[in-house]
Nanobody, 122 residues
Framework: QVHVVESGGGSVQPGGSLNLSCAVS????????IGWFRQAPGKEREGVSC????????YYADSVKGRFTISRDNVKNTVYLQMNSLKPEDTAVYYC???????????????WGKGTLVTVSS
């Protein structure tokens, strides 16, 4: 059984930083992608960033390029999302998902976490 668990959310002032973690267990494939998504109140879920399992390729939404960095620790089966220069519009519940790269990029990954709340406010 696959488990996806996010952590690291919290409240921060504009311009601050947070580092989210996504721990995946129970996945038998060595080449699974992991992606971060977010959903703000009243808005649709959007993709934030993704990292492939095969070659470590990374993908970012335009709104976070240059501010967020995704990285992966294959030994710990954990992906991190370092978020810098946070803005109020980054406020959302952040979800982690894993599966085939094409499915993660499309937002149709099979396995999802329950999310962690990030609030950016002064």
């Amino acid at each position: 059984q696959v488990h996806v668990v996010e952590s690291g959310g919290g409240s921060v002032q504009p311009g601050g930083s947070l580092n989210l973690s996504c721990a995946v267990s129970g996945f038998t494939s060595d080449y699974y992608a992991i992606g971060w998504f977010r959903q703000a109140p009243g808005k649709e879920r959007e993709g934030v960033s993704c990292i492939s399992g095969s070659d470590g390729s990374t993908y970012y939404a335009d709104s976070v390029k240059g501010r967020f960095t995704i990285s992966r620790d294959n030994v710990k089966n954990t992906v991190y999302l370092q978020m810098n220069s946070l803005k109020p519009e980054d406020t959302a519940v952040y979800y982690c998902a894993t599966g085939k790269l094409s499915e993660v990029l499309a937002g149709t990954a099979q396995y999802w976490g329950k999310g962690t709340l990030v609030t950016v406010s002064s």
